[in-house]
């Protein structure tokens, strides 16, 4: 017979409505049992789980705390608070009750599995495979466990490990997009480009509105010139994420590289309008505006990219450009200086100035810049180095004059 002083009764209550999601009416039927049964260390474990269900981490440590209190040796309590104290980004405070589970059950395969996510969060991904090879070890059927292990064997560089894990995870669960898209990933970085594109296709496949294979597939399709391709995939994932500025720059770019350049610019200005402070896409909208040979437009693009980082060297090189293209010599040496002063090993910005000079008829600057530029590995005409020659001086023969300039 049911009773209310009966704490199995309640207990039963508790499970019944916890099946069915009534998580508030869990805790409540288990409060009646604790209330009947103080030392009933299960209603403490419950209740706390019910607790964690409606979010409430704070609450449910301090059940998982009084269940500890209760039976020390309890492995599962040291388990759920540590699952609550992951919640609370507390991942040190994770590790230490997921090493109290493991010491009380020693085989316990989820302990291990959630200590190399908290130590893999911690950056500890070294260790973290650690728990995650004992984990397999436990439960050859993980396939959470070889896809964790995956990531964090590419957080240490085995590239080829992560691959076989996430392959592994996948023959386990088929229809894991995710482990599709991060093998994706590794391939591409690989330079396996086909294969990349493959495995994004396929994650694509499983969740259609998965943002990311899309995106990256469109870097993928970009780097083999497959711009249609890398254009189609990047709409899509506008469609997806309308308001993100660096969706609309790819695509920007993309359509300048193939010559769309009315669509470039409506999709860079798109970037800017959307995040006002993208220094790259006012530098790409400033790159597309010299494309199609309007100097001064150019110029406001490059100076709001310098005024947004005032280390983009690009930018000032590019400036210089314009400037130079505009008959603005005297400005475009200050921004190619200015490149320079920022990366002293790129020989673009002294040629760049190289030639701003002799426009200026300044021959000695111009030579000394050419000839570092042509130390940096840029090739240099030779019709440029003539032009630096100064002109024969009466009574002298050429290639006297030559000489002296050797």
């Not at 009416?25 to 299960?42: F, H, N, R």
């Not at 269900?53 to 540590?82: N, Q």
Request: hydrophobic share 40%; with cysteine; charged share 30%.
């Amino acid at each position: 017979m049911w009773t209310t002083n009966n704490a199995e009764n309640w207990f039963q209550s508790a499970g019944r409505k916890f099946g069915l999601g009534d998580f508030q009416g869990a805790v409540d039927d288990l409060t009646k049992v604790i209330e009947l049964d103080p030392m009933d260390d299960e209603a403490y474990f419950k209740r706390g789980d019910a607790i964690t269900r409606l979010e409430k981490y704070e609450e449910a440590i301090a059940e998982s705390t009084k269940d500890i209190s209760l039976a020390p040796d309890f492995a599962s309590a040291y388990l759920f608070r540590g699952r609550c104290k992951y919640k609370l980004n507390n991942f040190i405070g994770a590790v230490e009750d997921y090493t109290k589970a493991i010491l009380y059950k020693p085989d316990n395969e989820e302990a291990f599995y959630q200590r190399g996510l908290a130590k893999s969060i911690l950056e500890d991904d070294q260790a973290a495979i650690t728990d995650f090879n004992k984990a397999i070890e436990l439960n050859p059927d993980s396939a959470k466990a070889y896809q964790l292990r995956a990531t964090s064997k590419y957080e240490v560089k085995d590239l080829q490990g992560a691959i076989a894990d996430f392959s592994k995870a996948i023959e386990m669960k088929p229809d894991n997009a995710m482990a599709y898209y991060d093998r994706g990933t590794i391939k591409v970085e690989l330079r396996q480009l086909p294969e990349g594109i493959a495995d994004f296709t396929k994650a694509i496949e499983i969740e259609p509105d998965y943002l990311d294979p899309y995106v990256n597939r469109g870097h993928a399709y970009m780097e083999l010139d497959n711009f249609g391709g890398g254009i189609a995939d990047f709409t899509k994932a506008i469609e997806l994420k309308p308001d993100d500025a660096e969706l609309h720059r790819y695509r920007g770019i993309a359509n300048s590289l193939t010559g769309k350049y009315w669509q470039a610019l409506v999709d860079l200005t798109n970037a800017v309008e959307l995040k006002p402070d993208f220094a790259e896409a006012y530098y790409d909208r400033g790159v597309l505006k010299s494309k199609v040979k309007n100097p001064y437009g150019s110029i406001a693009d490059y100076t709001k990219a310098i005024d947004l980082n005032l280390n983009h060297g690009g930018a000032y090189n590019n400036r210089g450009h314009a400037k130079s293209a505009s008959g603005d010599f005297a400005g475009a040496i200050a921004d190619f200086s200015r490149a320079i002063v920022l990366d002293p090993a790129l020989p673009d910005p002294y040629n760049n100035r190289g030639l701003a000079y002799l426009m200026l008829g300044q021959k000695g600057e111009a030579l000394a810049d050419f000839k570092k530029a042509k130390e940096l590995g840029f090739h240099v005409a030779q019709e440029v180095f003539d032009a630096c020659e100064p002109e024969p001086v009466a009574g002298k023969i050429s290639n006297q004059v030559e000489g002296e300039y050797l």
